[in-house]
């Protein structure tokens, strides 16, 4: 019986080592995996932090500094369009209108071949006139790379003489249809006034920022722009391009404090861990893990993206929208409870574009990369009424675990785009009549002449203009001949089809290119619009009788030159002149 009460014994107390054993494993195992897992979680949390706050920054940095250089392109363009030719009254009006639409652009100037002949404003920049790049050596570098690239080139920051730093923006201008090297325009904008702005130095500022440029074969190299110089090389930075035009910078942070590698709530766990907690936690952790994290980032991520004038949408790999901010509801028309939970390409994107973002997310969802992830570009966006307006997009990704998921930051352009066209117009057409100027026309006549000859078509012109107008201009006034001239245009343009070129070649003088027109419809339309405009009448100026005389010519069957067919046509006006006004004469090549 003592033997056997032994041996119970014995199997008692093993198994209580064991259950002891087991229990001192599990309590161990678990505090580990607990305390692991927080510290996880807690790193991730510094993560998203760090990463909405440097997405922040850099949306404001990119917003200021691209709305400077796109105004800059606004000058380059003009000069493109205007084949080189800008007077100082017009570059004049142009800067200081340009600069009244920024707070951070200092000065901007234009360089023929490399040298400064207009610069705005003048009372701080006169030293200026007349400089050369070639013989600066810390300014030809940069100078010269932005016409071998055929693409802007940003240098600095820089000290400026006014104090501070600047940014020095040069863009290359070329001329001909883009053949010709013509200057430079050139603009230095206020960095210091950027960096403020952007709210990366403010002393509440969760992180520590160091923006680098990239330089060398491969951009292997990094140039520090600004912050701590500390940070560079370092590899536990989060980072994200900095999306400016023809340049490549990099943002990265980290927090202020380092990160933290501990928990702390550590020592709490450890107290608190028992079997009864540990399943309790347990269970708790895995139902409400992703509800916590995917509230904590919304706040976050909401919070900071209040200031942002552009539209922040979240989604993951399935296309699903997590976050919609308040400038995605003003920008699109749906309101975040609307939105979240649906696919954003369905709802905001063209049928076009939706196909290809299917395949693109197909890629994405394994690698986390796409071809719009870290670029630029402009889409075409859909509101909720269906208006189509252009945007301009960029994304960035990131992971949390094995998921990725994309930040988009998306601005309406459509401001942007009309004043593009505006300045198209005012390059192409007559200011008066509204019609193609002389030089467009030209250009336009060359391009159908070329067409014409490589497929045998036939082509006709005609010049006309308005018989006597220097006795309307006299004896009613300059206002009634301008109105003269707008008639008439408005008239000849409704009686022509699309395909046909109309411009004001000179004062009173007109040109019209009829393509597949032969000589015999070109002279019978000039019969036609000769009568037409001898009939018109000039509302408010009943006693002004109009005529007009007309010259028309045909292109040669195997191609000629449209400054010979000009020539031509204006011979058959002056015979038409010469021999009494108010007819038309042809005169054919021999």
């Known amino acids: 019986m003592s033997q056997k009460r032994n041996i119970k014994f014995k199997i008692t107390g093993f198994r209580s080592f064991l259950f002891i054993a087991a229990l001192s494993v599990t309590a161990v195992s678990s505090d580990m995996f607990i305390n692991n897992f927080f510290l996880d979680r807690y790193l991730n949390i510094q993560k998203e932090r760090v990463y909405l706050e440097l997405s922040n920054s850099r949306i404001k940095i990119e917003e200021t500094l691209n709305k400077n250089l796109y105004i800059i392109y606004g000058m380059a363009s003009y000069i493109s369009v205007n084949n080189g030719i800008i007077s100082r009254e017009v570059f004049n009006r142009m800067a200081r209108m340009l600069l009244s639409n920024s707070d951070s652009l200092k000065n901007i100037a234009v360089a023929p071949d490399f040298i400064i002949t207009h610069i705005y404003p003048m009372e701080e920049n006169r030293k200026a006139l007349g ?347 300059h206002d009634a001949g301008d109105k003269v001239l707008k008639e008439i245009s408005a008239y000849i343009s409704a009686m022509l089809r699309k395909t046909d070129l109309f411009a004001r070649v000179g004062g009173e003088e007109f040109a019209v290119l009829l393509p597949e027109t032969g000589i015999e419809t070109a002279q019978k339309l000039a019969e036609r619009l000769r009568e037409g405009v001898s009939q018109r009448k000039i509302p408010g100026y009943d006693r002004i009788k109009i005529t007009s005389s007309f010259g028309v010519t045909e292109m040669h069957p195997h191609g000629e030159n449209i400054s010979d067919i000009m020539k031509r046509s204006d011979r058959a006006l002056y015979t038409a002149k010469n021999t009494g006004r108010n007819r038309v004469s042809t005169e054919n090549w021999s």
């Open 131 to 477: 400089l050369n790049y070639r013989n600066i050596p810390e300014q030809w570098k940069e100078a010269n790379e932005a016409r071998v690239k055929k693409s802007m080139v940003i240098a600095g920051p820089i000290k400026l003489v006014q104090g501070g730093t600047g940014l020095a923006a040069r863009i290359p201008v070329f001329i001909n249809n883009g053949r010709t090297f013509w200057g430079l325009v050139s603009a230095v904008i206020d960095f210091d006034t950027i960096v403020e702005n952007s709210g990366i130095k403010s002393s509440d500022s969760y992180i520590d920022i160091l923006i680098e440029k990239e330089t060398g074969a491969n951009n292997l190299l990094k140039n520090k722009i600004m912050g701590n110089p500390e940070l560079s090389g370092s590899s536990s930075l989060i980072s994200m391009p900095l999306n400016l035009p023809h340049t490549k910078w990099i943002i990265s942070a980290r927090p202020r404090a380092g990160w933290l590698t501990q928990s702390p709530s550590r020592w709490l766990l450890h107290s608190l861990i028992t079997i009864i907690y540990i399943s309790i936690l347990f269970i708790w952790i895995q139902r409400h893990k992703a509800n916590i994290s995917l509230f904590e980032s919304e706040s976050r991520l909401r919070a900071m993206s209040r200031s942002s004038h552009d539209a922040l949408i979240m989604i993951d790999s399935n296309d699903i929208i997590g976050f919609w901010n308040t400038a995605a509801e003003q920008m699109f028309g749906y309101s975040e409870a609307e939105t979240l939970g649906r696919k954003m390409h369905e709802i905001i994107s063209t049928p076009e574009d939706r196909e290809k973002a299917e395949e693109g997310l197909r890629h994405f969802k394994s690698t986390g990369q796409g071809p719009i992830v870290n670029s630029v570009r402009e889409v075409n966006s859909v509101r909720k009424s269906g208006e189509i307006f252009p945007s301009e997009l960029s994304v960035s990704s990131f992971q949390i675990k094995n998921s990725w998921y994309a930040v988009g930051s998306i601005r309406d352009i459509s401001a942007r785009k009309e004043a593009e066209e505006k300045l198209i117009t005012l390059a192409t057409t007559d200011s008066l009549t509204g019609i193609l100027n002389r030089r467009k026309f030209m250009e336009s006549c060359s391009l159908e002449a070329e067409r014409s000859k490589r497929y045998g078509h036939r082509m006709s012109f005609i010049m006309f203009d308005i018989d006597h107008f220097k006795i309307v201009n006299d004896n009613f006034g």
